[in-house]
């Protein structure tokens, strides 16, 4: 019943590495919907956020304003960190609760956590395998560029407010280059499943 955390920076690819594990019979439990359910209409997360930044970060429909709330904190090491003390502990709580799900379900599940923020707020988490999806910062920059639209200093920015990439591949037990084509990643997952179903 291994439980592994697989992160990445933005546009590393981790996302089709969760896809691929998912494909081969993996229980991935998704940081990022956990965060949007968290901050959901009603939600005591989202009164909190509202009453931390203002009024101004909710939609008129009482939904979380994304796009207003990432332009206060954006760029603002202080705000983000108050940010994160209200959702992170709500995100754990949620994931934990899945995580103990799947394996009630299936004592022998492969649980992967696909967690963007892994080395911002978990990499202390007792995880039996951290798998990191690792590129070339410049490769992602153009990916970036060419498949959601960003400027290149957009993208820079982006990259730039996430861990670095040597504070991931510190934490990393597994690391799957995403460099190269579709099939040398796939390869990479395959090698993966393979020591994670005979691992016991």
């Avoid at 990445?8 to 019979?25: E, F, H, N, P, V």
Wanted: charged share 25%.
């Amino acid at each position: 019943m291994p439980l592994l955390a697989l992160t990445g920076g933005i546009a590393s690819g981790k996302s089709t590495i969760a896809a691929l594990l998912a494909d081969r019979g993996a229980v991935v439990v998704d940081a990022d919907a956990i965060v949007r359910e968290v901050q959901s209409p009603g939600s005591p997360v989202l009164a909190d956020i509202a009453a931390e930044f203002g009024p101004g970060v909710l939609q008129p429909d009482g939904s979380l304003d994304r796009p207003a709330l990432g332009a206060l904190v954006f760029g603002h090491p202080d705000r983000l960190a108050r940010l994160n003390a209200l959702v992170h502990p709500a995100v754990r709580t949620e994931s934990e609760r899945r995580f103990a799900a799947a394996f009630a379900g299936d004592p022998s599940a492969v649980v992967v956590y696909d967690v963007p923020l892994l080395a911002e707020a978990r990499g202390g988490d007792a995880w039996d395998l951290v798998v990191v999806a690792h590129c070339p910062a410049e490769l992602r920059v153009r990916r970036l560029i060419d498949a959601r639209g960003l400027s290149e200093s957009d993208a820079r920015a982006r990259i730039g407010s996430q861990a670095s990439d040597e504070d991931r591949l510190a934490l990393a037990d597994v690391v799957i280059d995403t460099s190269a084509d579709m099939d040398a990643t796939r390869r990479q997952v395959d090698d993966l499943w393979r020591r994670l179903v005979h691992a016991d």
